[in-house]
């Protein structure tokens, strides 16, 4: 019984979840993981801001950047597209149109 309610309790969990990622916009979860994956001020994440120039981002910052998207959106970016994700304006395209 007490399996069953642990079971329960973890399904119920992952449904609030599911819920509050899709109440949020793409645009605010893809800002809140390069607030966490990059260590920056949210104030700082702007549309035209460059993760290497502006949010100082290093290549690997650059890799783990993408891995995490591609995990919260459950997509897949082909090296050559993730080139072109340098900004935030463009990692907010690039899920939008990919989702």
């Known amino acids: 019984m007490f399996c069953k309610y642990i079971h329960y ?3 119920r969990n992952e ?3 599911k ?5 949020m ?3 605010e979860r893809v800002k809140k993981i390069i607030v966490e994956q990059l260590g920056v001020k949210e104030e700082d994440v702007k549309p035209e801001a460059s993760f290497v120039e502006d949010l100082g981002a290093d290549s690997l ?3 783990e950047l993408v891995m995490a998207l591609e995990e919260e959106f ?4 082909p090296d050559e597209e993730a080139e ?3 900004t935030v304006q463009s990692a907010i395209d690039y899920v939008q149109n990919n989702q």
Do not use: G
């Open 15 to 17: 449904r609030k979840l």
């Open 84 to 86: 072109k994700i340098t």
């Open 74 to 77: 459950d997509i897949e970016i």
């Open 25 to 27: 916009s793409i645009e």
């Open 9 to 11: 309790l973890t399904y």
């Open 61 to 63: 910052d650059t890799v």
């Open 19 to 23: 819920h509050r990622k899709k109440q």
